[in-house]
């Protein structure tokens, strides 16, 4: 489905019923990444996602957006659909971002925040080196996911388009916002999430370390980690089953 919003346009899925889940998909991914975990949270709970402009169906943005546009987007889509409160917000790697900044604005108000494998805390090394390092891993993690070969065609040649290739994140049109968005650090703004949240990473996790997870838990009001073994960045595809089995418990 689209929906326009503030004169972007937006392509969103809106499923279930009940409680309304947020659902934010990582950098250079699409809403239907998260179509296994909201297949199985939707027979619960409400459940919204959509593609951040400049990805998936959702066209780039005019202007070279930082995190807090992304924020105020993810707002505003929320008022359009008439939705007042969300008992939770979910996002992955980019997706956390957005949450951190949107909870430090007072843009987002959930109930509860799960962090999967989020970005947001700025490397100390060189930062050009960790950008050209960041887009290399990608293109590596992307193909050695074994849950990928189970999901439908379609859907895997779009995760390997827009997660493996190396060249989308290079590409002129998204390049000075992936700089804005990577540039910024996040860290000091998490202490103001007072939230229940969750962390859940993948202890093979090279694009957002385990390191940076406890970070973010140490400046957390009400934090919980949760390290998964033998998984990486896309912890919620490589073990779908013990992260729908963490949210669950989470959620009820």
Known sequence: ????????????????????????????????????????????????????????????????????????????????LKINQVFAVIGHSFGGRVIIKGISLNYLKPNKVVLISSAGIKPKQNFKKTVYKTVAKIGKFTTSIPILNKIQPTLKNKLYKSAGNTDYLHANQMKKIFLNITNEDLLPEVSKISQHSLLIWGSDDTITSPSDAILILKSLQNGNLILIPDAGHLVYIDKPNQVSAELDAFLS
Do not use: C
């Open 1 to 80: 489905m689209k929906i326009l919003v503030n004169n972007q346009l937006i392509e969103y899925q809106d499923e279930g019923s009940g409680k309304i889940l947020l659902l934010l998909h990582g950098w250079g991914m699409s809403l239907e990444t998260f179509n296994l975990l909201a297949n199985h949270l939707s027979k619960k709970f409400r459940v919204i996602r959509f593609d951040f402009p400049g990805f998936g169906q959702s066209p780039k943005p005019s202007d070279d957006w930082l995190v807090s546009d992304y924020a105020k987007l993810t707002r505003d889509l929320l008022e359009k």
